[in-house]
């Protein structure tokens, strides 16, 4: 028997918290269903839950298969709002200007933005609402790694595009665009560079904000 878990146990049902509680509680952790269910029979650390040891979570892959299901959607769901956020800046580009050499050329261009759009809007709508239903159900799913590489992914990535973008804008701003045979007014590229801020920073805002948060409660 594990004297760790059976502490552990014994601590929380003095706290009058369910076996089931303590059950789902041990298993987002890492802990075998096998050894749990051994130490709930009779009886079983501290409020911090006791990591596992090595062997046990390597012999027991699918609880962490289970957990890594959950990473992969936090990846698929930030790159989703990332295809998303530059398919509706370039289709707002594309409505302030439709003869653009940058932004493509007429309707190909807007129908290819509006496509991306509304493939990659409802992948991120339906992860992001499935995942916070989660989170509720296991908050310790919020500490999963491959959910602080996605949103480290996000934040660069949003970073890049949007200072890339303003600094084409005002590349062009300043008389840059010799080449090309459209040129612009001053007022379409703040517009552009208008646009970019807003949605840029939201994202900024709210992903950073998930970040501090996460880090109060490690």
Same mark, same amino acid.
């Given at each position: 028997?594990?004297?760790?878990?059976?502490?552990? $146990?014994?601590?929380?049902?003095?706290?009058?918290?369910?076996?089931? %509680?303590?059950?789902?509680?041990? &298993?987002?952790?890492?802990?075998?269903?096998?050894?749990?269910?051994?130490?709930?029979?009779?009886?079983?650390?501290?409020?911090?839950?006791? /990591?596992?040891?090595?062997?046990?979570?390597?012999? %027991?892959?699918?609880?962490?298969?289970?957990?890594?299901?959950?990473?992969?959607?936090?990846?698929?769901?930030?790159?989703?709002?990332?295809?998303?956020?530059?398919?509706?800046?370039?289709?707002?580009?594309?409505?302030?200007?439709?003869?653009?050499?940058?932004?493509?050329?007429?309707?190909?261009?807007?129908? !290819?933005?509006?496509?991306?759009?509304?493939?990659?809007?409802? $992948?991120?709508?339906?992860?992001?609402?499935?995942?916070?239903?989660?989170?509720?159900?296991?908050?310790?799913?919020?500490?999963? $790694? /491959?959910?602080?590489?996605?949103?480290?992914?996000?934040?660069?990535?949003?970073? /890049?595009?949007?200072?890339?973008?303003?600094?084409?804008?005002?590349?062009?701003?300043?008389?840059?665009?010799?080449?090309?045979?459209?040129?612009?007014?001053?007022?379409?590229? $703040?517009? %552009? &560079?208008?646009?970019? /801020? !807003?949605?840029?920073?939201?994202?900024?805002?709210?992903?950073?904000?998930?970040?501090?948060?996460?880090?109060?409660?490690?």
């Amino acid at each position: 028997m594990n004297k760790e878990l059976e502490e552990f $146990i014994q601590t929380k049902r003095q706290k009058g918290i369910s076996d089931s %509680h303590i059950s789902s509680t041990l &298993i987002a952790a890492g802990w075998s269903k096998e050894l749990i269910d051994a130490h709930l029979q009779p009886g079983s650390v501290e409020d911090p839950v006791p /990591l596992p040891p090595v062997h046990a979570s390597a012999r %027991h892959t699918s609880t962490s298969f289970k957990y890594g299901t959950y990473g992969v959607e936090y990846i698929v769901m930030l790159l989703s709002l990332w295809i998303a956020a530059v398919a509706f800046g370039a289709s707002l580009f594309y409505l302030i200007s439709p003869n653009s050499g940058m932004y493509g050329t007429g309707e190909l261009f807007s129908a !290819a933005s509006t496509a991306a759009l509304l493939v990659n809007l409802p $992948i991120y709508t339906l992860l992001f609402f499935r995942l916070k239903r989660q989170e509720k159900k296991s908050p310790l799913l919020r500490q999963n $790694i /491959l959910r602080y590489i996605g949103i480290y992914i996000a934040l660069i990535s949003t970073f /890049l595009t949007a200072v890339g973008h303003i600094i084409w804008n005002l590349f062009i701003l300043m008389g840059g665009d010799g080449y090309n045979e459209h040129k612009h007014s001053s007022v379409t590229e $703040i517009l %552009h &560079i208008l646009i970019i /801020l !807003a949605i840029a920073v939201p994202i900024w805002i709210y992903y950073s904000r998930e970040l501090r948060m996460n880090n109060k409660k490690s």
